[in-house]
């Protein structure tokens, strides 16, 4: 069920399970569908929909119609939001992140990461200068984090605003987390993170960023284990950090 190209049954699913959602991020949609955003959580959403409408009213949908009406009330959602692509992908206004033989001496290095529970979080930011020397780092507690990939998304918001608000105008920032990454770099919309992406987006890609020069970079988790390290350090201690306004 969906017009995806990879095979997937909404019916196989005992839960709006994280790697599902994660994984949907990377599926491609097939035409005439008409759309690059993200389709899993609207079809997921809508079944609940025609089962309450069964429970309550009494009134039942076939599948196909539950997938017509997902697919619909998505291109609805679109259109109320036009400063998002549509049809078209925007090109991503900055490329991905030069080899660190290729980075400027002026531009300051950030590798960010998050810690994450049921309940709270930790995001984390370190600070570097081209040749890797440690300038400066911050660990930040937050509660009510929905999940891991919103914390991520919330460390990247943190560190450009922290970056901004000392006066860094170069900045190569980089994380672990390639679906974000990649959302960030091609400016698509995850449903979830539609309010701290579009923060992001303004900080890093406006004619009103802070910034000379922005970009980001997905490297892999063993490349990015002091962010990591200081991130679960901060969990397991359960420190609150006043973030002072950067979030």
């Known amino acids: 069920m969906g017009p995806w190209t990879n095979a997937f049954s909404i019916t196989a ?3 709006f399970s994280k790697p599902s ?7 491609k949609i097939l035409p005439p569908v008409g759309t690059v955003r ?3 959580p609207w079809i997921c959403w809508h079944p609940w929909i025609s089962r309450n409408k069964l429970l309550l009213d009494n009134r039942s949908s076939a599948p196909r119609d539950v997938l ?5 009330a998505m291109k609805e959602w679109e259109a109320a939001n036009p400063n998002r692509p549509t049809a078209t992908p925007i090109p991503p206004l900055i490329s991905r992140l030069p080899r660190p033989s290729m980075i400027s001496t002026f531009t300051t290095v950030c590798h960010t990461d998050a810690s994450w529970k049921p309940g709270s979080a930790v995001l984390a930011w370190i600070f570097s200068d081209h040749a890797g020397t440690e300038s400066s780092h911050k660990a930040i507690s937050l509660n009510h984090v929905s999940s891991l990939l919103m914390a991520e998304a919330l460390a990247i918001r943190g560190a450009l605003m922290h970056a901004a608000s000392i006066k860094i105008t170069h900045i190569c920032l980089r994380s672990d987390s390639q679906v974000l990454i990649q959302a960030i770099c091609q400016r698509k919309l995850i449903m979830e993170l539609y ?5 992001i987006d303004s900080l890093s890609f406006s004619a009103v960023s802070p910034f000379v020069s922005c970009c980001f970079d997905f490297i892999p988790r063993t490349k990015n284990g002091h962010a990591d390290q200081l991130a679960k350090a901060q969990l397991e201690l ?4 006043p973030f002072n306004g950067l979030l």
């Open 13 to 15: 699913e005992t839960s």
């Open 21 to 27: 959602l994660c994984a949907s991020y990377l599926w």
């Open 38 to 40: 993200n389709l899993f």
């Open 68 to 72: 017509l009406q997902s697919i619909c």
């Open 195 to 199: 309010g701290v992406l579009s923060d």
């Open 238 to 241: 359960s420190l609150v950090t």
